[in-house]
């Protein structure tokens, strides 16, 4: 059995790590994505790569703040937004 690592990077993209050719990614039509020579990739969760579903390091230049963030924020009471 292989096996698969995805990592949740900080702030980031989801790393994922795989053995070539045991990972299948296909895009909402059913149409897969070429991982050849990609043991290792990284998948845009902020929406701001160019070249989604892959991460450009887009999430860096726009301030991106992963969910667990949020999360932790709301379970301490501590407001995203400043309250007016």
Do not use: W
């Not at 379970?75 to 937004?81: E, I, N, Q, R």
């Amino acid at each position: 059995m292989s096996s698969v690592k995805i990592t949740i990077r900080k702030n980031g993209p989801y790393r994922v790590e795989a053995p070539e050719g045991t990972i299948e990614l296909v895009d909402a039509e059913g149409n897969k994505y070429d991982l050849t020579g990609k043991p290792a990739f990284s998948l845009c969760r902020c929406g701001g790569s160019v070249n989604k579903p892959f991460c450009d390091g887009a999430h860096s230049k726009i301030g991106f703040q992963g969910a667990e963030l949020a999360v932790k924020k709301a379970d301490l009471g501590t407001p995203d937004v400043p309250q007016a």
